[in-house]
């Protein structure tokens, strides 16, 4: 028994399945049949086929993405629209809200914006902000929505310890000079003071590598 034609066409291409021609499925119809035809056809995982002006079909895949994604990436903020098609750095800067970057900012969620510190004036809209006013860059920590809202800012700080010593006073480490530590009491928990120091940094903070922090809109 022959198989029709249409199914012949199925094994062709070199094996790797049917092409979207018109010998396998003829698109000289008139638009409405074209749309009953498509209209046949189930979406899988959102994706969406469309038939242009010129008869030819494709299939448009959803964005991996959803818009106001944030995460760090390992390239450079200059080289992210090369490397990273619709990830932005987010360092704060504004786009006018006529711009397709302007336009997706506006469109996110309210509370996203709020909570991100999005801002819009009349004519411009800015990127979130994951620096410090001094510029330092932050580390994102998990909240629970409750204690603490996504995109709050915590200042860094030192947690809580006990320091001993046999009496109150001022000590220097032994062989050392780089610099003393005094104790009010012989028990002491929050209130001892070093002073200088000849190495330190304005914050307490773990070993890390330098990465990217950037936002996804999709344009």
């Not at 995982?45 to 959803?66: H, K, M, Q, R, W």
């Not at 786009?95 to 009349?122: C, E, F, H, M, R």
Request: proline share 7%; net charge negative.
């Amino acid at each position: 028994m022959a198989f029709p034609q249409i199914l012949q066409n199925l094994f062709q291409n070199a094996g790797a399945g049917p092409l979207l021609r018109e010998d396998i499925i003829p698109l000289t119809i008139v638009p409405e049949k074209a749309a009953a035809l498509l209209s046949g056809i189930k979406d899988v995982d959102g994706a969406t086929i469309v038939l242009d002006e010129n008869g030819e079909l494709s299939v448009v895949f959803p964005p991996v993405f959803t818009p106001g994604d944030i995460q760090f990436k390992p390239f450079r903020a200059t080289d992210l629209a090369a490397h990273c098609p619709g990830w932005y750095f987010a360092n704060g800067d504004r786009y006018s809200l006529s711009t397709p970057q302007g336009q997706a900012l506006n469109a996110l969620p309210d509370n996203y914006k709020t909570d991100w510190a999005i801002v819009a004036d009349a004519t411009s809209i800015n990127l979130p902000k994951l620096f410090h006013s001094d510029g330092r860059g932050v580390f994102l920590r998990a909240v629970d929505g409750t204690l603490r809202q996504v995109g709050s800012f915590v200042s860094d700080t030192i947690r809580n310890h006990t320091h001993t010593s046999a009496s109150a006073g001022a000590y220097s480490p032994a062989g050392s000079n780089v610099g003393w530590i005094y104790f009010s009491a012989a028990t002491l928990t929050t209130n001892s003071t070093a002073q200088g120091a000849t190495s330190g940094t304005p914050e307490t903070m773990p070993l890390n590598a330098g990465m990217t922090p950037a936002i996804f809109i999709g344009v």
